[in-house]
């Protein structure tokens, strides 16, 4: 009897967390903005963004269904004082077909964005991580996936 009184409000401690909404500090907010106001210049529809809750070294798994042919362009903003960011994505058969690494003093640090057209229809795996050596838990991090417009496309070809 003793276990389950104990159980419940670890559980409960547990899961709180995880239900607390999460929201960008207004630095990265900032960067969403100005990246959305630059992709939408460019002829980019934005089809998906969340903010990320994250813990220094640990990936995120992302699941996103993409298009064979189409022009993606994937965006992750991590938080200023982190380290290190890095992106992987992989295809369905788990094979990695982009990865990327930024370091704390790049010109454009803590963003992380790259295009990329899938060979096939199917759904393929992001993982985002960032590595913070002064906060290890409750990271902020944001990510945005673009797609190009066709009638943006053509545009972009007759010039």
């Not at 003093?105 to 803590?110: A, L, R, S």
């Not at 899938?118 to 960032?130: A, D, F, G, T």
């Not at 913070?132 to 945005?144: A, I, S, T």
Request: proline fraction near 5%.
């Amino acid at each position: 009897m003793k276990l389950t009184h104990l159980t419940i409000p670890l559980i409960l401690s547990l899961a709180l967390p995880a239900m607390a909404q999460v929201r960008a500090t207004p630095h990265i907010r900032s960067q969403v903005d100005s990246l959305k106001n630059l992709y939408a210049n460019d002829g980019f529809q934005l089809l998906k963004e969340t903010p990320l809750q994250m813990e220094s070294e640990y990936e995120i798994p992302i699941v996103l269904p993409l298009t064979q042919g189409t022009f993606y362009q994937f965006v992750f903003i991590g938080e200023r004082s982190s380290r290190l960011y890095e992106v992987r994505m992989y295809d369905w058969q788990e094979k990695q077909v982009a990865f990327l690494q930024k370091r704390w003093g790049d010109v454009d640090g803590n963003v992380i964005a790259f295009s990329f057209i899938p060979k096939s229809s199917e759904y393929h795996l992001v993982r985002p991580v960032q590595v913070n050596k002064q906060q290890k838990r409750d990271l902020n991090g944001y990510v945005m996936l673009f797609k190009k417009l066709a009638d943006a496309t053509a545009t972009v070809r007759t010039k």
